[in-house]
């Protein structure tokens, strides 16, 4: 089984200090890049005397390195959803972190309390202000997910930012001073204005786009009638484990809580 060790501190590293069996994950937007099918090793890159990546890790004893996206490359983009349905947690583990450390230190260069440049810290996952020494660490951005239950049956809905045809589970950002209980309760409500009972913790997976944490949970139907808020939500309704429409891809943790709504486990949590 693969294992991913992750690094205490953001440090950038040379093409020098780096073996060519490194891993090297860039990304552009929602795209990863790709070398024949495959994540990159830092043997791919001809430039190998200019490569400088951010450090973020080993995965199966291999360093793995962040870096922006290059502008002249000849490989292939694949959509970053796809590529780590197909992959193992750990490396699913190794790709996230990189993507979210790339991110936040990209938009972390200078000091918001006065403007000067930031450094790495050498002993946590930070960057400091040398002038005023204020420490700026990765932010999260949490996320709540839910199966809805009503009898024999799921609420689903399908988003307008969702490919066309597909239908998940309503979800939405934790907002500042929430519970996430509260923000489960919320969002349903703002978006098919329903409530929920018996709210209960069902799982979480890191969803870097740019900076998530999806947070599973399971509810049962308590009162009002579905309605799509009409704004992020086109159509929304119950479906029976025998009777579902076109469902987000494996790897998500929708489709999980969906699958286990499929064999009758949800209801054991």
Not at 15 to 21: F, N, S, V, Y
Not at 224 to 249: C, F, H, M, N, R
Request: overall charge negative; aromatic content about 10%; some cysteine.
């Amino acid at each position: 089984m693969s294992q991913f060790t992750p690094s205490s501190s953001p440090v950038l590293m040379t093409g020098k200090e780096l073996p060519d069996t490194s891993y090297v994950f860039t990304f552009h937007g929602r795209d990863i890049l790709m070398k024949n099918g495959k994540l990159p090793r830092l043997a791919d890159f001809p430039d190998r005397e200019n490569f400088s990546g951010l450090y973020v890790g080993k995965l199966d004893g291999f360093p793995c390195c962040g870096i922006p996206f290059p502008a002249d490359h000849t490989w292939e983009v694949q959509p970053l959803r796809a590529v780590i349905h197909e992959l193992d947690d750990a490396a699913v583990f190794a790709i996230c972190r990189a993507k979210e450390m790339t991110f936040w230190r990209n938009r972390r260069k200078f000091c918001g309390a006065c403007g000067t440049a930031l450094k790495d810290s050498e002993t946590d996952m930070a960057r400091f202000c040398p002038e005023c020494g204020e420490r700026f660490y990765p932010q999260i951005a949490p996320a709540v997910i839910t199966a809805v239950l009503k009898d024999d049956k799921i609420l689903l809905a399908h988003n307008r930012n969702f490919t066309s045809g597909v239908f998940s589970l309503i979800a939405g950002f934790v907002e500042s001073g929430e519970s996430l209980e509260q923000a489960v309760a919320r969002e349903i409500m703002e978006e098919v204005s329903i409530k929920v009972k018996n709210i209960r913790y069902y799982s979480s997976q890191p969803w870097p786009f740019p900076n998530s944490l999806m947070l599973g949970f399971v509810a049962e139907y308590d009162s009002g009638e579905v309605k799509p808020d009409g704004v992020e939500l086109e159509t929304a309704g119950w479906y029976s484990a025998d009777d579902l429409p076109k469902l987000p891809d494996h790897g998500s943790i929708a489709r999980k809580i969906i699958d286990d709504f499929i064999a009758n486990r949800l209801r054991k949590i």
